[in-house]
C-alpha cells in the first residue's frame, strides 16, 4: 500500500476543515491547508505575503475570474520571467508542494484545488463536504460573532469564491460530484460520523488504513 492523500474541499461552515483535522489526528497523519503556503514561499523564494495577496486580491475582484483561465499544467514559470510572481506561478509552487507531499508520505490536504492536482494519483481519496444553506450559516454563527444577515452574505461570497477559484484553475465545477470520490453531507452525518465514512471507505478501497 502506498500513501493514501485524502484531499478535502468544502462548502463554508459544513465543518470540512474539522474534519479533516479530526481525520487527520485520527489516523496520525499529518494535515496540510496554509501550511502549503509556508512551504511553496521556502521553495520558490517568493516572499510569503505575496501568497497571501493574491488570495485576498481574487477574493475583492470575483469578476477577475471570468475574464480568463489560469488552468493548472503542472508546469513552473522560470524566475527571470516577468510572470515568475504571478497568480498563476503562485498557484503552480503551491501545487508543486501538495505533489511532492503525496510523494512522501500519507496526509490530508484541505483546499486548494488539491483534488485536481493530484488527478491520476492512485492513492488519491477526493472527498467533498457539503450541507444546507441553513446549516452551514447556523454553524459559522456559532463559530464567529456575526448576525444572521452578515453570515449568510459571508458564506455566500466564501462559497462562490471557492468555487471560482476551483473554475479558474481546473477548468471544472466545484460542486461537481463527479470530481471526487466522496460526497458527504456533514449535517447528516456530524462531524464523526463524516470522518468515519472516509475511513470506512479507504478500509474498502485500499484494504486498510495508513499506518496499520
Known amino acids: ?108 490536504i484541505i483546499g486548494r484545488a488539491a483534488d485536481y492536482v493530484l488527478k491520476g494519483n492512485p492513492g488519491l481519496v477526493s472527498v467533498f463536504v457539503h450541507a444546507s444553506r441553513e446549516y452551514c450559516v447556523k454553524q459559522a454563527i456559532e463559530r464567529r460573532a456575526f448576525t444572521g444577515k452578515d453570515v449568510e452574505k459571508f458564506v455566500e461570497k466564501t462559497d462562490k469564491y471557492r468555487s471560482d477559484f476551483y473554475r479558474y484553475y481546473t477548468g471544472q465545477e466545484w460542486t461537481d460530484a463527479r470530481n471526487y470520490d466522496l460526497c458527504l453531507n456533514s449535517e447528516r452525518l456530524g462531524f464523526d460520523g463524516t470522518m468515519e465514512a472516509i475511513k470506512a471507505y479507504i478500509k474498502v478501497r485500499f484494504g486498510r488504513l495508513p499506518n496499520e
Open 1 to 108: 500500500m502506498g500513501n493514501v492523500i485524502v484531499t478535502i474541499a468544502r462548502h463554508f461552515g459544513s465543518g470540512g476543515r474539522t474534519i479533516g483535522h479530526m481525520l487527520a489526528e485520527d489516523l496520525g497523519i499529518n494535515c496540510y491547508e496554509k501550511e502549503i503556503i509556508k512551504l511553496a514561499s521556502d521553495d520558490s523564494g517568493i516572499n510569503e505575503s505575496l501568497f497571501n495577496q493574491a488570495d485576498e486580491k481574487l477574493k475583492r475582484t470575483p469578476l477577475f475570474f471570468g475574464k480568463s483561465r489560469a488552468e493548472y499544467k503542472g508546469k513552473l514559470i522560470a524566475p527571470d520571467s516577468e510572470e515568475f510572481v504571478s497568480d498563476h506561478n503562485l498557484f503552480n509552487y503551491q501545487a508543486k508542494i501538495i505533489r511532492e507531499l503525496a510523494e512522501k508520505e500519507s496526509c490530508v
